[in-house]
């Protein structure tokens, strides 16, 4: 099933020094458009705009991804460990590789306002009419159907599953590094060797060796550091609902028959919910960003107004809220009106409760995400949380600060018709 | 002049670990639309796609270009060196970080096909209907002219034109470190700390203490190294190989009057040059790269397939020419048409000498480029190389190999169709 | 008071690039007896039979204590804070500077065994007639004096003791990153330059501005992992402990009288408890090593022996007790001894809590290790865990387990003789 | 011949995150008493006096040369390279870890004072009465002869030697990365994993695969860097010239009858020539440190004075010297003794020609440091100089300046009573 390729294939990586490709389907699955299209897709999605150095692509993470996971089974092989089932190497790395190549342009953003899911569009890639779908097939007809579902956490053998998704995956301990890598904080760094050591597969699960316990807490502060002083960065928040104000204008413009200055079939299939595959996969940044460009010239105020803050990062200004009070907010929608604003594009009020990534949670026992589990000679099997109290300490921790978010510079001129409780609270 | 901001504003960056921006016309500037437009031009054109981790943007440059300039300075004010005009600060940081604000998409294949020159766009977008040249009017009815004229070169304060660009100016030391961090490589890393603490104002120059001639070495060879494994590399040249035929062809088409099934203004002033700034600023990288996937349906066959070539990257091979073989490659011109191929687009014969890079040339002592002088107390200033064997041998060296680009998949179907020579030169 | 060098002195240093000394008052203490010592004694004692990479010296560890107090002053006078008092930036210099001169070789051990106090000798140091003092009376006669007084905490200015001795220390932050880039972990690598930014001198303490508080965190965190990880190392509590026997054995036959077949003033003095601060400067690493050495030849079997272990590395071996179990131990004192070893060398119940590190302990407001502190706008000075959950969680965790040491090699010839209980905690 | 451990056993290292020993004799040989003295020897001699971090040992430096060498050999293993003679591979790593077991302390000064030989020595090692002999014995009666061979360059497999000892060996690779590492300057830095993956064996030789040609040159850059900017530091000849003089005092009070106040059996041994094994094994930098320590109370003045200047680091001053003027050298000398100092001593003129180091010297094919090969398809092997015009650029390069060595502060009491050209050179 393997089919080693005539010379390994390096790739230069920042994170990881070198990637290597020992596997003609491996090799292949890079070269499909659909894999290439991932250069065109950041990993961050919006973050660039408050981090420059997050210009990162989902295509070089998804070759990282790949890498650890190599690494991992590698580690497995050659330790002769019996739990590893050998004949599941190569399921697992197109998983892996292939994990994202679902993904859309500023991905969280589209979901939320389209209502799609990349997990769908990425089994919707490996089984539909693409060159990844043929690669596949070509190391058996019901290869894409195995790798999907790896994807979708139905796979008959659970420890594959558990090594491309659970608490501490290839996809997590890629995304920390390289996303600290990029933005230039060191947060997110962790002894990426010292994990992939204490790795072990047990029965149907990848597990840690006890003695690896503190490694585990160091990547999870990790973790827990990106994600408040990273991923949930309210500057980024605020270029999300911007987005967002952008997806949202154009779909009711749309859906009220509005001439649009400048469309393109794919977009025009987003708006209208009529996404093909063909369509999803044109939809890359480079188009997004085009179509905004252009609509900054479209004559609804609303959309280029949003259009011009994205590009040209004119960003919603944010402040605290101790809690949400939500007398005084229902009041600010009014208050809103009476000077000419929108309440419903001009004020949005964000806690990162809701975004789609997470703090470690152990209690969380789902198959969607196993907790990480201790091997200990013993005792066997153990939550990690209940041996550390690091870990305890950062479940459920800080639930969130709720931002008000709004557009400051078309507020000021107005400030004097606005209550005084509202003017204080906003600075004005 | 310098109107200290309230509170200093600073970027998180993985270079030079935090920019700082203590001057309100600095911060003014990087708010600008034509400024935070470089976020979507890469530094290094087609390089990601030889190295995966170039995805880094012109933006991130520009800042980086400031902060050395910055700190060069404050090196000199600190240290009270009388040589330093303290009143030419600000216009050597506005010069330093709107250096580049002019680049255009893969500058490099547009500036070769369509002979424009970012150098003059940059000047443009001083001193045009801008939001940079708003910022620079507010310091002065004159500034915009002199920020334009030490971008010229023309500036009458000739240490200036020396900080902002020389062989050693902040721009070549910001993008060697850049580049090396994001393509991961560590050639370019030198040890910038000790480079700034040897720069001294010296009459109307700058120049490096004679005790910074190792560092100066070590410099240099970073240099020259980025060279020949980045800059260089011919994976990347067939990129752009590519990337030219794209802008060739449609620019032939558009001359036939042939029609396209999608334009956009900004390209249709480029193909018939006719760009206005307005228009140039509107053509970053996404906009090309949306034509681009556009055009893969455009029913001109050769548009259609570089077009595919560049998004999907299936680029030209290669093969080393030990000299210029004229005969046989004029030969195989008619090979190609023999087999259907057009030699004005199927094959490239590529020298890196005509790349807009340099290694460093002592000789040449033009105002463009003024050499690297040593300072010593004794002697007075001496060129480098003059001192530095080192340096003596990376001056002019590996005038560069040949290579013969081509679309191999293309060929090969045909070999048998060829003459054995040709057969044997490329292995087929 | 500050007499600036004609040219600033560089060290380069592998932590912080460059340490920089402008003053002509810290480059002679630099050039004293007193502190050239200090390359004669490691930074982390023994643990570099743990970790190989941990041979550097307290020599270097000072210079990086200067570095940062240097920083972190140089920060204040930039930002004009008026609350900091600028004529006191020699007096903190130089306490940073000698803060650790009173060190011997192996302090913890020594300290342990002869109950003496580092910092009572530093003062000796500062105070005696030494070099050290002759440099610092010639800043003025009360100049020794008044920099021995911020060592002992009791200098009239507390918030030159809290910038040089607090849970945030120059110190602490100095050995952190010191210690984990010779060990070669990364644990101890945190944001040094986002803490000095978010310092704030505020009345008579030194403060953290609220927004860093996730720095302080992270900080926190490396300190916690590194104490688990390398400093309570049971590797290194095991040699700690054979180091203990020689010192103690030595101690014991001294006052026997015997006559030992090496001997040198200062270890004379040293065994008798009378040592003079010349006898005190002249006890580096490289005296107790000799002697060790030469010690490997005495008729007294327990004294050679464990200079033979601890120079051979042949170190104790451990197993971990769940609790302290008063009974069996008591026992095992009469099974050692029916076996020939000496219950009071050959055996040693340890818990790394008496060590002299600490992990961060908020409730703990004493003069020694005053808390930190965050500063709010509007609320003004909170402890930090009261609004950190993760500060809180690494508050009095891992009270430390109990590890039985003892010499495997001696004890396994004889192990039929051992009851089945010890037989079998000892894997016998 | 490999026996493999029950566990791999793992040495966590700054420079190779991690060194792994996988085979019983290994673990062995490191647990020697010979080999774990070589933690009481600093791998750069006195330029811990130069850079402050240079504090590590020759024990760590050991370790990385084993661990490169185990690098290449499982490259060559995983490539199933037939050239490479699987059956070396023990040898290989042991002479490999041994390379350096019989360097002393400050080994340069020592061999050129008492004309020994630290290769000499460490076959000494490999074949006496010693803990290394009886682990390589285990292995087979010849073992022990044969990694001695290899030391000595005339075992019979040449690729072994080849591996073990060229112009890119591990023992290089290592110390440059290590040094580099340890004083805290990059120049050492160089794509170590680039040349791992560029080497391969062939016939009897190892060469590089012509296409590492740029990353050979990056190595031999970063050699050139590290000699001029480390190894030949001035600061570190002059301490090195210190530490000849007191050797050469002491040996000349030896030959002189005179008492010494303080003696050791190995110094003894080291000053009338008559060292052996056990001898050496003792004289480790501790015992050589101590003994200074001692003699700073001599009463002969010279000594004294010379131990009280290395340890206190009191420096010998230096000049350069354009070229060797020997009449006013020699004059020099006269002067000298007219204000009582002894020309023999007090000053000296060197140039770092003599050091045991060396710079690339493509000519020189010895058996002792056979060339860098390169391997091409076409061409089969090429010396490297001959393709490279930057190599040819360092060969010979930088003949080294003469500097004039004196103890200052002994000389400017007198100034008055030198000639006038004295003065001047000496800035008196």
């Not at 949930?232 to 999300?240: G, K, Q, Y």
């Not at 252009?294 to 919603?316: A, G, T």
């Not at 209940?386 to 459920?396: N, R």
């Not at 709720?402 to 609270?425: C, G, I, N, Q």
Request: contains cysteine; negative net charge; proline residues 5%.
């Amino acid at each position: 099933m393997f089919r080693q390729l005539e010379e390994e294939k390096v790739f230069k990586d920042p994170v990881h020094q070198s990637i290597y490709v020992q596997d003609a389907t491996i090799w292949k699955l890079i070269n499909t458009p659909e894999f290439q299209r991932l250069r065109r897709i950041r990993q961050l999605g919006t973050s660039y705009l408050t981090f420059h150095g997050a210009e990162h692509s989902r295509f070089s993470h998804s070759l990282g991804v790949y890498e650890i996971t190599r690494k991992i089974i590698s580690q497995f092989e050659r330790n002769g460990y019996s739990d590893w089932p050998q004949q599941e190497k190569l399921v697992s790395l197109c998983a892996a590789l292939l994990h994202d190549v679902g993904h859309g342009p500023f991905s969280h953003s589209i979901e939320q306002v389209f209502d799609t899911d990349h997990e769908d569009w990425t089994c919707e890639v490996i089984l539909g009419n693409t060159g990844v779908n043929r690669v596949l097939r070509e190391v058996s007809a019901d290869f894409p159907d195995k790798v999907a579902s790896v994807i979708r956490k139905t796979y008959d053998k659970p420890i594959v599953i558990s090594l491309v998704s659970s608490q501490m995956d290839a996809d997590r301990m890629d995304y920390l590094l390289r996303d600290a890598y990029f933005t230039g904080v060191h947060y997110g760094t962790f002894d990426l060797e010292r994990i992939l050591r204490v790795l072990r597969p047990y029965k149907d699960k990848i597990v840690v060796k006890e003695s690896g316990m503190h490694a585990v807490e160091d990547y999870l502060m990790s973790r827990y550091q990106m994600y408040w002083q990273i991923y949930f960065h309210p500057v980024t928040r605020s270029s999300e609902i911007v987005l967002r104000q952008i997806f949202r204008r154009a779909r009711e413009l749309y859906a009220e028959g509005y001439e649009f200055g400048f469309m393109l079939p794919p977009l025009r299939q987003l708006l209208q919910g009529t996404l093909s595959v063909e369509g999803y996969l044109q939809l890359d940044e480079a188009l997004v960003q085009t179509a905004f460009g252009q609509w900054m010239e479209e004559k609804d105020e609303l959309l280029s107004d949003f259009c011009r803050r994205f590009l040209n990062r004119v960003l919603y200004k944010y402040i605290p809220l101790e809690q949400r009070d939500e007398t005084w907010l229902n009041g600010l929608r009014d208050e809103w009106k009476s000077i000419g604003l929108h309440p419903d594009y001009h004020m949005e009020v964000d806690t990162p409760i809701d975004l789609p990534y997470d703090v470690y949670k152990p209690g969380e026992d789902s198959p969607e995400k196993p907790p990480i589990l201790l091997l200990d000679d013993r005792e066997g099997l153990t939550e990690i949380a209940s041996k550390s109290e690091i870990i305890q300490s950062i479940t459920g921790l800080h639930r969130g600060k709720y931002f008000l978010y709004y557009p400051e510079d078309l507020v000021r001129p107005h400030a004097s018709k606005l209550s005084r409780l509202t003017r204080e609270r906003l600075s004005l």
